[in-house]
Every structure is written in structure tokens, then in C-alpha cells.
Nanobody, 120 residues
Framework: QVQLVESGGGLVQAGGSLRLSCAAS????????MGWYRQAPGQQRELVAR???????NYADSVKGRFTISRDNAKNTVYLQMNTLKPEDTAVYYC??????????????WGPGTQVTVSS
């Protein structure tokens, strides 16, 4: 199992920046992926950015060039640097960890979420 705790959310004006952090309760070195998802009111949860154990990243088209995901294996932490924020980035942001067990089965774990609000 993995416990995840997000931090760094808040209120920011359009054009501003925030950095989200996700601290994991165990080593993230071998996790299949770690990522950030977001869910706006009345919307489905969507992928924002993801990083694999090999360090490959992928981003939603809407955040490419503005957001950067990174990981610090020594601190068991994943970050999401968000620049040039827009009002449409307003959502609850969730950290996700995908774990594979010794039988090859994969599981998703989620943090409780952190609110990001971008004012126009």
C-alpha cells in the first residue's frame, strides 16, 4: 500500500504559479507511474501529468508547456510545477500512484486532493 499526501494548493491570480507536492509513505522508485489528476466541479477526473519509473513523462494537451512534473526518489515525493495558470485550471488536484505487485497485478492509490483556484 501507499499513502499519498498532497500540498501546495491555494488561490492564485491568472498568470501566476503554484507548485504542488505529493509525499508518498514508501519508496516511489519502483512504482509503475506517479501522476497528477484533476477534477473540476461537474467534470470527470482527468489526467494532468504522469511520470513513469523510467522517468518518461506525458501531459494533457491543455497543460503542455505550462506544467512540469518531476520526482525526487530520495524524498519519495512528486512535484507539479504549474506556471501561467488559467481560470480553467481551477480544480481539485489528486496525486496518483500506480503499483504493481509480485503477481503483476496493478493498483491505483490516491491522495485526498488539494484545491487549486485561479482567479481571473
Amino acid at each position: 500500500q501507499v499513502q499519498l499526501v498532497e500540498s501546495g494548493g491555494g488561490l492564485v491570480q491568472a498568470g501566476g504559479s503554484l507548485r504542488l507536492s505529493c509525499a508518498a509513505s514508501r519508496s516511489i522508485f519502483s512504482l509503475v507511474t506517479m501522476g497528477w489528476y484533476r477534477q473540476a466541479p461537474g467534470q470527470q477526473r482527468e489526467l494532468v501529468a504522469r511520470v513513469t519509473s523510467a522517468g518518461s513523462t506525458n501531459y494533457a494537451d491543455s497543460v503542455k508547456g505550462r506544467f512540469t512534473i518531476s520526482r525526487d526518489n530520495a524524498k519519495n515525493t512528486v512535484y507539479l510545477q504549474m506556471n501561467t495558470l488559467k481560470p480553467e485550471d481551477t480544480a481539485v488536484y489528486y496525486c496518483n500512484a500506480r503499483v504493481r505487485d509480485s503477481y503483476g497485478r496493478e493498483y491505483n492509490y490516491w491522495g485526498p486532493g488539494t484545491q487549486v483556484t485561479v482567479s481571473s
